[in-house]
């Protein structure tokens, strides 16, 4: 069974940055989807950066060129950098992983397994 951990949230002021990490087991392999979304109060879940079964990787708009994906194979450790945060930000972020796609992308829909979440908050 695929466990997902999530750490690395916290309270920072807007401009500041985050390193948001998942620890994953359960697993065989490195191929395969792997992502962060995250869901503010109120609002529904969306996608925010993830790695294809090929490695490509995926941003939300939003995010672009100041979130960065990346993944550590022998830690079996997904991450997200985070820079100038906003307070638009704030929110739960969430890991999640699927074993058998090959082009998830930053759609919910398309993964299986999900981390309980680590909660970020960006406020001055």
């Known amino acids: 069974q695929v466990q997902l951990v999530e750490s690395g949230g916290g309270s920072v002021l807007p401009g500041g940055s985050l390193r948001l990490s998942c620890q994953a087991s359960g697993y065989e392999g490195v191929s395969f989807c792997m992502g962060w979304f995250r869901q503010a109060p109120g609002k529904e879940r969306e996608g925010v950066a993830a790695?294809?079964?090929?490695?490509?990787?995926g941003y939300a708009d939003s995010v672009k060129g100041r979130f960065t994906i990346s993944k550590d194979h022998a830690k079996h450790t997904l991450y997200l950098q985070m820079e100038s945060l906003k307070p638009g930000n704030t929110a739960m972020y969430f890991c999640a992983a699927d074993l058998r796609r090959r082009d998830c992308g930053i759609r919910s829909a398309r993964y299986k397994y999900w981390g309980k979440g680590t909660k970020v908050t960006v406020s001055s």
């Open positions: 790695f294809d079964f090929d490695g490509t990787t």
